[in-house]
């Protein structure tokens, strides 16, 4: 149960690894980096273990949803915990080097150093976790 309750606040704070119209149905076009928001930058020396990608059955069980899976090292964990606490009801955008892979509105204070990213296709929550995982 805590697990889920994790992953549905991160689904929150993360709301895809793409760029979603307003109806929030992802589409494939890159994110733009927008200097008016919050920005949160990860990268591989930030993670205390290799990011991996999963997937879990939502609602009924006919949605299944994609994720990646990140433990940061206790320094990043401090500091994402810090950035989550001060930008509550803030829309963000989560970079990974250069390329923001996701954006959303933090709801909540994120503390405990793991966050699950939602991710719109198995194909770039891959990308992403092997962006991350390279040393």
């Given amino acids: 149960m805590?697990?889920?309750?994790?992953?549905?606040?991160?689904?929150?704070?993360?709301?895809?690894?793409?760029?979603?119209?307003?109806s929030t149905v992802p589409v494939s076009e890159p994110i733009s980096v927008d200097a008016s928001k919050p920005h949160f930058t990860i990268s591989a020396g930030?993670?205390?273990?290799p990011a991996k990608v999963g997937?879990?059955?939502v609602g009924s069980g006919h949605d299944v949803?994609?994720?990646?899976?990140?433990?940061?090292?206790?320094a990043k964990?401090?500091?994402f915990h810090k950035f989550t606490r001060e930008h509550l009801n803030q829309q963000t955008q989560l970079l990974v080097g250069t390329n923001v892979v996701a954006e959303s509105t933090v709801m909540a204070e994120i503390s405990?150093?793991?966050?699950?990213?939602?991710?719109?296709?198995?194909d770039h929550a891959?990308?992403?976790?092997?962006?991350l995982n390279k040393r």
């Avoid at 405990?112 to 198995?122: E, K, L, R, T, V």
């Fill in 46 to 49: 930030d993670l205390a273990v």
């Fill in 65 to 74: 949803a994609i994720f990646i899976h990140l433990e940061f090292s206790p």
């Fill in 2 to 22: 805590k697990s889920f309750a994790t992953f549905l606040a991160i689904s929150l704070l993360v709301s895809a690894c793409s760029r979603k119209t307003e």
């Fill in 55 to 57: 997937t879990r059955v």
């Fill in 112 to 122: 405990g150093g793991q966050s699950d990213i939602a991710c719109g296709s198995i």
């Fill in 126 to 131: 891959k990308a992403v976790a092997d962006a």
């Fill in 77 to 79: 964990a401090d500091e």
